[in-house]
């Protein structure tokens, strides 16, 4: 076995064993960037491009000239990576001081001292979800060899990626929905203390709830705990 592929079976056992309920997604991110690099030991920077918002953005990066470079691309629309974003297929640009497609982002990445990139679709079955990109301090660093490989690990991160997006958007959702239920809870609390010392209905104390907050300029929901919290105080 090649020491290359013995990396990227190092690399790929670390994803396959990564628990995405550890981390948020960033730290996900994060993780999938330094593995890359252990992937591909020749990369000397690793960027990840999502969108954000629905527009592309260097999403982490293990060096700070990465998403200088990446916003030649960005500003213009076209590059390396949002090609592999929309095509689903790999790019590699062996020389950066030579002419070529994307020009704009070669000068940039060259004038960073990157001297050969590589850009690869992340994509789960839901469909494309960025790119993994990286950068080379050397002219040629990256072989069809290493294309191949970092594909491979691309289609891995991809499902890491996906997975970690869907478990926090889940229990993000369900934390939502539990503080929701608690507000709500609160507010009903807060109507009954309303109604019974104003004698009103609990459509007027809902209203005189409404107008506090406005006053105060607070959320009805904290308005509401902290009118139960005094109640409970005054016991």
Request: glycine share 6%; proline share 4%; with cysteine.
């Amino acid at each position: 076995m090649s020491e290359n592929v013995a990396l990227l079976q190092e690399a790929l056992a670390a994803l396959t064993r990564y628990f995405v309920g550890d981390d948020r997604l960033g730290a996900s991110l994060h993780r999938v960037a330094e593995l890359a690099k252990t992937a591909l030991p020749q990369t000397d920077h690793v960027g990840i491009t999502l969108l954000v918002d629905g527009k592309p953005k260097t999403a982490v990066f293990t060096d700070p000239a990465v998403p200088e470079i990446d916003q030649a691309q960005y500003r213009i629309g076209d590059g390396p990576c949002l090609d592999a974003f929309r095509t689903g297929r790999a790019n590699r640009i062996t020389s950066t001081v030579e002419p070529g497609p994307w020009q704009a982002f070669r000068d940039t990445a060259a004038a960073h001292g990157v001297r050969s990139t590589v850009s690869i679709p992340l994509t789960a079955t839901e469909g494309p979800l960025g790119a993994l990109n990286l950068y080379a301090g050397s002219v040629d660093a990256f072989s069809d060899d290493d294309v191949a490989m970092a594909s491979t690990f691309a289609a891995q991160a991809a499902f890491v990626l996906a997975n970690a997006q869907a478990y926090w958007d889940t229990r993000d959702l369900s934390e939502n929905r539990q503080q929701a239920m608690v507000s709500r809870a609160t507010i009903e609390q807060a109507k009954g203390i309303i109604i019974s010392s104003s004698a009103c209905t609990p459509e007027q104390a809902m209203q005189l709830l409404i107008e506090q907050s406005q006053h105060e300029n607070v959320k009805v929901g904290e308005l509401a705990a902290q009118i139960v919290a005094n109640a409970v105080r005054a016991r």
